[in-house]
T-cell receptor
Framework: SQQGEEDPQALSIQEGENATMNCSYK?????LQWYRQNSGRGLVHLIL?????REKHSGRLRVTLDTSKKSSSLLITASRAADTASYFC??????????FGPGTSLSVIP | DAGVIQSPRHEVTEMGQEVTLRCKPI?????LFWYRQTMMRGLELLIY????????DSGMPEDRFSAKMPNASFSTLKIQPSEPRDSAVYFC???????????FGPGTRLLVL
């Protein structure tokens, strides 16, 4: 069974708006990671948040982690057309492999 | 660093032929992953290595698929014989530790006719 699952599956917003994507998972984790994939490209790492952290920022990105609810959110502020991509969350337990969710497809309309 | 290098970037072959995909991980990374991505099935982990040793190959679809990592700087994924349903984008990724940040290569787009 999949460890992480993103919500919504697809999101369409206007340029300048904020985009929020959520990730829920089922078991305890060591860290949770967010990746972006532009069409036809490999995945690119955005942020890694460890289980003892609650929030991390990177530029226009803000990630939160609630281990009690087993969920995380990725907020992209002031979205741009270039943010159009698929976004994946991935969870890691112990020293085992990272497991990716199915992704959220984000479309930012100019 | 050049990042993860994959070759070839594109491969078109006929059903029944052998296909070999190659990957050079980032120097110093001890974990290497092979993924397959399709529209229907999304991103699937095929196999991963730690310190050149295969740890989990439960995602390898069948015996037609094999992967090797003869040293820390090179890995191959082989499909023999190839079938049309193997058509997909195959990604290689590496990391410093299996549960840490992964760095993906550009992928190999495989089309089996």
């Amino acid at each position: 069974s999949q460890q992480g699952e993103e919500d919504p599956q697809a999101l369409s917003i206007q340029e300048g708006e904020n985009a929020t994507m959520n990730c829920s998972y089922k078991t305890s984790i060591n860290n949770l990671q967010w990746y972006r994939q532009n069409s036809g490209r490999g995945l690119v790492h955005l942020i890694l948040i460890r289980s003892n952290e609650r929030e991390k920022h990177s530029g226009r990105l803000r990630v939160t982690l609630d281990t009690s609810k087993k969920s995380s959110s990725l907020l992209i502020t002031a979205s741009r057309a270039a943010d159009t991509a698929s976004y994946f969350c991935a969870t890691a337990r112990g020293y085992d492999k990272v497991i990716f969710g199915p992704g959220t497809s984000l479309s930012v309309i100019p | 660093d050049a990042g993860v290098i994959q070759s070839p970037r594109h491969e078109v072959t006929e059903m029944g032929q052998e296909v070999t995909l190659r990957c050079k991980p980032i120097s110093g990374h001890n974990s290497l992953f092979w993924y397959r991505q399709t529209m229907m099935r999304g991103l699937e982990l095929l196999i991963y290595f730690n310190n050149n040793v295969p740890i989990d190959d439960s995602g390898m679809p069948e015996d037609r698929f094999s992967a090797k990592m003869p040293n820390a700087s090179f890995s191959t994924l082989k499909i023999q014989p190839s079938e049309p349903r193997d058509s997909a984008v195959y990604f290689c990724a590496s990391s410093q530790g299996a549960g840490e940040t992964q760095y993906f290569g550009p992928g190999t787009r495989l089309l089996v006719l």
